[in-house]
Protein backbone atom coordinates (compact mmCIF):
# COMPACT_ATOMS: atom_id res chain seq x y z
CA UNK A 1 0.00 0.00 0.00
CA UNK A 2 1.35 3.81 -1.40
CA UNK A 3 2.28 6.17 1.82
CA UNK A 4 -0.96 8.29 0.13
CA UNK A 5 -3.29 5.32 0.33
CA UNK A 6 -2.85 4.89 4.37
CA UNK A 7 -4.23 8.15 5.40
CA UNK A 8 -7.72 7.84 2.95
CA UNK A 9 -9.95 8.23 5.18
CA UNK A 10 -11.35 4.94 6.78
CA UNK A 11 -8.37 3.28 5.91
CA UNK A 12 -5.75 4.27 8.13
CA UNK A 13 -5.56 1.47 10.26
CA UNK A 14 -5.06 -2.19 9.32
CA UNK A 15 -7.94 -4.19 10.33
CA UNK A 16 -8.32 -6.76 13.02
CA UNK A 17 -7.47 -10.42 11.53
CA UNK A 18 -5.50 -12.34 9.60
CA UNK A 19 -5.72 -10.14 6.71
CA UNK A 20 -5.30 -12.35 3.29
CA UNK A 21 -5.73 -9.53 0.58
CA UNK A 22 -6.30 -5.79 0.85
CA UNK A 23 -6.83 -3.55 -2.75
CA UNK A 24 -7.54 0.40 -2.18
CA UNK A 25 -8.26 2.56 -4.97
CA UNK A 26 -9.69 5.36 -3.94
CA UNK A 27 -9.68 6.93 -7.75
CA UNK A 28 -11.45 10.03 -9.01
CA UNK A 29 -14.77 9.13 -9.91
CA UNK A 30 -15.30 5.68 -8.51
CA UNK A 31 -13.18 4.16 -5.71
CA UNK A 32 -13.06 0.54 -4.79
CA UNK A 33 -11.68 -1.49 -2.02
CA UNK A 34 -11.20 -5.03 -1.38
CA UNK A 35 -10.28 -6.82 1.68
CA UNK A 36 -10.50 -10.40 2.36
CA UNK A 37 -9.09 -11.65 6.12
CA UNK A 38 -9.32 -14.71 8.30
CA UNK A 39 -12.31 -12.86 10.71
CA UNK A 40 -11.75 -9.12 10.19
CA UNK A 41 -13.21 -6.32 12.64
CA UNK A 42 -12.34 -2.94 11.63
CA UNK A 43 -13.23 -0.26 14.84
CA UNK A 44 -15.55 2.70 14.60
CA UNK A 45 -14.50 4.61 11.61
CA UNK A 46 -15.85 6.83 8.68
CA UNK A 47 -15.40 7.99 4.81
CA UNK A 48 -15.10 10.99 2.79
CA UNK A 49 -17.26 9.47 0.17
CA UNK A 50 -20.61 7.37 0.47
CA UNK A 51 -19.52 3.85 0.47
CA UNK A 52 -21.59 1.03 -1.02
CA UNK A 53 -20.29 -2.51 0.71
CA UNK A 54 -20.69 -5.80 -1.12
CA UNK A 55 -20.03 -8.95 0.87
CA UNK A 56 -19.08 -11.35 -1.83
CA UNK A 57 -19.40 -15.53 -1.78
CA UNK A 58 -20.31 -17.21 1.34
CA UNK A 59 -19.34 -14.24 3.78
CA UNK A 60 -21.59 -12.47 6.19
CA UNK A 61 -20.42 -9.57 7.83
CA UNK A 62 -22.13 -6.78 10.50
CA UNK A 63 -22.38 -3.57 9.62
CA UNK A 64 -22.95 -1.11 13.14
CA UNK A 65 -23.74 2.76 12.99
CA UNK A 66 -23.46 5.36 15.83
CA UNK A 67 -26.08 8.12 15.80
CA UNK A 68 -28.41 7.35 15.17
CA UNK A 69 -27.15 3.67 16.76
CA UNK A 70 -28.19 0.58 13.90
CA UNK A 71 -27.11 -2.71 13.00
CA UNK A 72 -27.16 -4.11 10.02
CA UNK A 73 -26.32 -7.92 8.62
CA UNK A 74 -25.19 -8.19 5.28
CA UNK A 75 -24.60 -11.54 3.04
CA UNK A 76 -24.10 -11.73 -1.18
CA UNK A 77 -27.85 -11.34 -1.33
CA UNK A 78 -27.96 -7.99 -0.28
CA UNK A 79 -25.97 -4.42 -0.20
CA UNK A 80 -25.68 -1.87 2.06
CA UNK A 81 -25.23 2.36 1.19
CA UNK A 82 -23.54 4.27 4.07
CA UNK A 83 -23.50 7.85 3.47
CA UNK A 84 -19.85 9.67 3.88
CA UNK A 85 -18.87 10.89 7.55
CA UNK A 86 -21.57 7.89 9.24
CA UNK A 87 -19.40 6.77 11.97
CA UNK A 88 -19.17 2.94 11.86
CA UNK A 89 -17.63 -0.41 12.22
CA UNK A 90 -17.42 -3.56 9.87
CA UNK A 91 -17.15 -6.99 11.37
CA UNK A 92 -16.89 -10.59 9.75
CA UNK A 93 -19.96 -13.10 10.47
CA UNK A 94 -18.40 -15.96 9.03
CA UNK A 95 -14.92 -16.91 9.46
CA UNK A 96 -13.85 -15.43 6.11
CA UNK A 97 -14.50 -11.90 5.52
CA UNK A 98 -14.51 -11.24 1.68
CA UNK A 99 -16.00 -8.38 0.96
CA UNK A 100 -15.79 -5.31 -1.68
CA UNK A 101 -17.22 -1.59 -1.42
CA UNK A 102 -17.41 0.93 -3.94
CA UNK A 103 -17.03 4.75 -3.41
CA UNK A 104 -18.46 6.92 -6.08
CA UNK A 105 -17.78 10.86 -5.42
CA UNK A 106 -20.61 12.81 -5.42
CA UNK A 107 -20.14 14.25 -8.75
CA UNK A 108 -20.61 11.10 -10.19
CA UNK A 109 -23.65 9.83 -8.05
CA UNK A 110 -25.57 13.15 -9.53
CA UNK A 111 -24.49 13.00 -12.74
CA UNK A 112 -25.16 8.90 -13.16
CA UNK A 113 -28.78 10.07 -11.22
CA UNK A 114 -29.87 12.85 -13.71
CA UNK A 115 -28.68 10.68 -17.23
CA UNK A 116 -30.80 7.93 -16.36
CA UNK A 117 -33.60 9.38 -14.79
CA UNK A 118 -33.11 7.42 -11.21
CA UNK A 119 -33.88 10.09 -8.43
CA UNK A 120 -34.09 7.76 -5.61
CA UNK A 121 -34.26 10.72 -3.35
CA UNK A 122 -30.66 11.60 -3.39
CA UNK A 123 -30.63 13.34 0.14
CA UNK A 124 -31.86 10.51 1.50
CA UNK A 125 -29.05 8.35 0.19
CA UNK A 126 -26.68 11.36 1.53
CA UNK A 127 -28.47 11.21 4.80
CA UNK A 128 -29.09 7.60 6.52
CA UNK A 129 -28.17 3.89 5.75
CA UNK A 130 -30.10 2.00 3.46
CA UNK A 131 -29.95 -1.90 3.20
CA UNK A 132 -31.25 -3.21 0.00
CA UNK A 133 -31.70 -6.12 -2.46
CA UNK A 134 -29.30 -7.20 -5.06
CA UNK A 135 -31.06 -8.33 -8.52
CA UNK A 136 -28.83 -10.80 -10.45
CA UNK A 137 -27.91 -8.29 -13.02
CA UNK A 138 -26.47 -5.68 -10.11
CA UNK A 139 -24.48 -9.22 -9.28
CA UNK A 140 -23.50 -9.72 -12.69
CA UNK A 141 -21.97 -6.34 -13.35
CA UNK A 142 -20.40 -6.16 -10.08
CA UNK A 143 -18.52 -9.33 -10.99
CA UNK A 144 -17.22 -8.28 -13.82
CA UNK A 145 -16.31 -4.98 -12.63
CA UNK A 146 -14.54 -6.87 -10.06
CA UNK A 147 -12.63 -9.11 -12.20
CA UNK A 148 -11.36 -6.01 -13.95
CA UNK A 149 -10.59 -3.78 -11.08
CA UNK A 150 -9.39 -6.59 -8.64
CA UNK A 151 -8.07 -9.43 -10.64
CA UNK A 152 -6.93 -7.93 -13.58
CA UNK A 153 -5.87 -4.67 -12.19
CA UNK A 154 -7.21 -2.88 -15.00
CA UNK A 155 -6.57 0.72 -15.38
CA UNK A 156 -10.38 2.96 -15.19
CA UNK A 157 -10.30 3.14 -18.81
CA UNK A 158 -13.53 4.49 -20.86
CA UNK A 159 -15.26 0.62 -20.81
CA UNK A 160 -14.86 0.96 -16.93
CA UNK A 161 -15.97 4.06 -16.03
CA UNK A 162 -19.41 2.96 -18.36
CA UNK A 163 -19.29 -0.10 -16.45
CA UNK A 164 -19.64 1.77 -13.08
CA UNK A 165 -22.33 4.46 -14.69
CA UNK A 166 -24.41 1.41 -15.08
CA UNK A 167 -23.87 -0.54 -11.70
CA UNK A 168 -24.74 3.03 -10.41
CA UNK A 169 -27.82 3.19 -12.39
CA UNK A 170 -28.84 -0.09 -11.29
CA UNK A 171 -28.05 0.64 -7.69
CA UNK A 172 -30.28 3.90 -8.00
CA UNK A 173 -33.18 1.50 -10.06
CA UNK A 174 -33.17 -0.79 -6.86
CA UNK A 175 -33.25 2.37 -4.18
CA UNK A 176 -36.34 3.82 -6.23
CA UNK A 177 -38.35 1.22 -5.68
CA UNK A 178 -38.77 0.22 -9.50
CA UNK A 179 -36.91 -3.51 -9.69
CA UNK A 180 -38.73 -6.11 -8.57
CA UNK A 181 -37.51 -9.37 -9.73
CA UNK A 182 -39.11 -13.06 -9.39
CA UNK A 183 -39.16 -14.96 -6.50
CA UNK A 184 -37.09 -18.31 -7.22
CA UNK A 185 -39.43 -21.14 -7.59
CA UNK A 186 -36.78 -23.67 -5.29
CA UNK A 187 -36.94 -20.52 -2.65
CA UNK A 188 -37.60 -23.13 0.20
CA UNK A 189 -34.44 -25.40 -1.10
CA UNK A 190 -31.85 -22.71 -1.71
CA UNK A 191 -32.62 -20.73 2.00
CA UNK A 192 -31.85 -24.44 3.66
CA UNK A 193 -28.44 -24.80 1.92
CA UNK A 194 -27.79 -21.14 2.30
CA UNK A 195 -28.28 -21.63 6.06
CA UNK A 196 -26.26 -24.81 5.93
CA UNK A 197 -23.48 -23.08 4.20
CA UNK A 198 -23.58 -20.07 6.79
CA UNK A 199 -23.12 -22.24 9.24
CA UNK A 200 -20.61 -24.06 7.88
CA UNK A 201 -18.63 -20.61 6.99
CA UNK A 202 -19.25 -19.52 10.85
CA UNK A 203 -17.54 -22.35 11.84
CA UNK A 204 -15.01 -23.12 9.41
CA UNK A 205 -11.86 -23.71 11.09
CA UNK A 206 -14.00 -25.97 13.97
CA UNK A 207 -15.11 -29.60 14.33
CA UNK A 208 -18.24 -29.70 12.33
CA UNK A 209 -20.62 -32.63 12.31
CA UNK A 210 -23.42 -33.18 9.54
CA UNK A 211 -25.65 -33.67 12.24
CA UNK A 212 -25.07 -30.83 14.10
CA UNK A 213 -25.44 -28.69 10.66
CA UNK A 214 -29.13 -30.30 10.65
CA UNK A 215 -29.64 -29.50 13.75
CA UNK A 216 -28.80 -26.12 13.52
CA UNK A 217 -31.14 -25.39 10.26
CA UNK A 218 -34.04 -27.48 11.57
CA UNK A 219 -34.06 -30.14 8.97
CA UNK A 220 -33.46 -34.12 8.98
CA UNK A 221 -29.97 -35.33 7.63
CA UNK A 222 -31.15 -37.04 5.01
CA UNK A 223 -32.89 -33.77 3.70
CA UNK A 224 -29.46 -31.45 4.08
CA UNK A 225 -27.37 -34.00 2.21
CA UNK A 226 -30.03 -34.71 -0.89
CA UNK A 227 -30.21 -30.52 -1.08
CA UNK A 228 -27.04 -29.98 -0.68
CA UNK A 229 -25.56 -32.13 -3.29
CA UNK A 230 -28.30 -31.37 -5.48
CA UNK A 231 -27.30 -27.21 -4.92
CA UNK A 232 -23.15 -27.10 -4.27
CA UNK A 233 -22.94 -31.13 -6.00
CA UNK A 234 -20.49 -31.97 -3.21
CA UNK A 235 -21.94 -33.43 0.52
CA UNK A 236 -21.39 -31.10 3.31
CA UNK A 237 -18.72 -33.34 4.19
CA UNK A 238 -16.44 -32.70 0.96
CA UNK A 239 -17.85 -28.93 0.69
CA UNK A 240 -15.64 -28.35 4.29
CA UNK A 241 -12.82 -29.74 3.05
CA UNK A 242 -12.72 -27.97 0.02
CA UNK A 243 -12.95 -25.31 1.86
CA UNK A 244 -10.59 -25.38 4.52
CA UNK A 245 -8.04 -26.76 1.56
CA UNK A 246 -8.89 -23.44 -0.43
CA UNK A 247 -7.95 -21.35 2.93
CA UNK A 248 -4.82 -23.02 3.72
CA UNK A 249 -3.51 -22.62 0.71
CA UNK A 250 -4.50 -18.73 0.66
CA UNK A 251 -2.81 -18.49 4.44
CA UNK A 252 0.62 -20.63 2.85
CA UNK A 253 0.85 -17.97 -0.22
CA UNK A 254 0.96 -15.12 2.25
CA UNK A 255 4.13 -16.85 3.93
CA UNK A 256 3.34 -15.62 6.95
CA UNK A 257 2.50 -19.13 8.83
CA UNK A 258 4.46 -22.47 8.52
CA UNK A 259 2.86 -25.16 7.40
CA UNK A 260 1.81 -26.85 10.85
CA UNK A 261 0.50 -23.41 11.90
CA UNK A 262 -1.32 -23.38 8.79
CA UNK A 263 -3.03 -27.28 9.36
CA UNK A 264 -3.69 -25.71 12.89
CA UNK A 265 -5.59 -22.85 11.80
CA UNK A 266 -7.39 -24.55 9.45
CA UNK A 267 -9.06 -27.15 11.45
CA UNK A 268 -6.28 -29.86 11.24
CA UNK A 269 -5.69 -32.01 14.17
CA UNK A 270 -3.56 -34.56 12.81
CA UNK A 271 -0.76 -32.58 10.41
CA UNK A 272 0.05 -35.79 8.17
CA UNK A 273 -3.84 -36.04 7.45
CA UNK A 274 -3.91 -32.52 6.38
CA UNK A 275 -0.85 -33.00 4.03
CA UNK A 276 -1.94 -35.80 2.49
CA UNK A 277 -5.50 -34.07 2.25
CA UNK A 278 -3.69 -31.01 0.52
CA UNK A 279 -1.28 -32.99 -1.64
CA UNK A 280 -4.72 -35.18 -3.14
CA UNK A 281 -6.37 -31.84 -3.76
CA UNK A 282 -3.40 -29.56 -5.15
CA UNK A 283 -1.01 -32.28 -6.66
CA UNK A 284 1.67 -31.09 -4.33
CA UNK A 285 2.99 -31.05 -0.91
CA UNK A 286 2.27 -27.49 1.04
CA UNK A 287 6.19 -27.24 1.82
CA UNK A 288 6.15 -26.79 -1.82
CA UNK A 289 4.36 -23.46 -1.42
Not at 154 to 175: C, P, Q
Not at 217 to 244: C, D, M, W
Request: proline residues 3%; aromatic residues 10%.
Amino acid sequence: MSDRQKFWKGFEFTPMGCLLEQVIEESPGMGIAYERSCNFLKDFHTHDRMIIIFPRASCEMEVRTKGPAQKFRLDDTNFLIVPAGIVHDDEGVTAIYDTVALLPEDSLIIEVAKTHGKNPSLKTLKEKCRKLKRTSWLSELLQQYFFERIVNRTVRSEDIKFLERKILAEIFAIASGTKNEALNKNLTETNTVKKAITFIESNLFSKIETQTIAKQIGVGIATLFRQFKNEVGASPYAYIKRRRLEEAMRLLKTGKYSVSEVALLVGYENFGAFTDAFKSKYKKLPSAI
